[in-house]
Structure formats: C-alpha cells, structure tokens
Nanobody, 127 residues
Framework: VQLVESGGGLVQPGGSLRLSCTVS????????IGWFRQAPGKEREGVSA????????YYADSVKGRATISRDNAKNTVYLQLSTLKPEDTAVYFC?????????????????????WGQGTQVTVTA
C-alpha cells in the first residue's frame, strides 16, 4: 500500500493550495481517507476526512469553512483544497487510509483510527 501526497509549497497568507493524495495497493473505493498535519514542535492533528462510499466529509474546526475535501475514485486520489491560508496552517500534511470507517464525528480524524500513511508534504504559509 502506498499513499503519496503532493501539492505542498510556499504560499502567502490569504492564498490557496490544493493537496493531492494518490493511493495504490488497495481497493480505493472501500477506504476512508483522512488528512492530518503536524506543525513543528506540535502533535499531529486531524484536519479532514472523506468516507469511502458516500463521500461524506468531516472537518476540524480549525479549517472549517476554509477547506474542501473531495475524492476522485477513478484516479484513486483525494484532494484537500485549502484557502484563506494562515501562518498557523504551516505544517507537514499527511494523508491516511482506513477500511470503511465512518462515525460522523471527530473520531473520523483521530490518527489512531488509520492504518496506512503517506510521507507528507510541506505547506509553509509566510509573507
């Protein structure tokens, strides 16, 4: 199983980025995909998740209204569109996968629920 994140980079405050997570080695349609981030000196935190079957979404309060998660099952890819970026969004962003998980609560973005992880992509928000 392989998850590969891309799309990170350097962006100014107020800017936007679209992160991608491309998955291989599993039946993509059956997996919930989550996005997480880890800022320097901080613990990893859940950002958003999208369910396997219905594409139901969940967002952390820290990004609600500024993030949109989506999936393209034909491309085995999940996207995280981030807008109105703030310096506090600076972090390494990871995607993760778990088989057919969905609670509809913050548990959907708890890292212990996920089995497979990517290596991360750096997002830096600075003027």
């Amino acid at each position: 199983v392989q998850l590969v994140e891309s799309g990170g980079g350097l962006v100014q405050p107020g800017g936007s980025l679209r992160l991608s997570c491309t998955v291989s080695g599993l039946t993509f349609d059956d997996y919930t995909i989550g996005w997480f981030r880890q800022a320097p000196g901080k613990e990893r935190e859940g950002v958003s998740a999208i369910s396997s079957s219905d594409g139901i979404t969940y967002y952390a309060d820290s990004v609600k209204g500024r993030a949109t998660i989506s999936r393209d099952n034909a491309k085995n890819t999940v996207y995280l569109q981030l807008s109105t970026l703030k310096p506090e969004d600076t972090a390494v962003y990871f995607c993760a996968a778990v088989l057919t998980l969905w609670y509809g609560t913050s548990r959907d973005i708890r890292e212990y629920e996920y089995d497979y992880w990517g290596q991360g992509t750096q997002v830096t928000v600075t003027a």
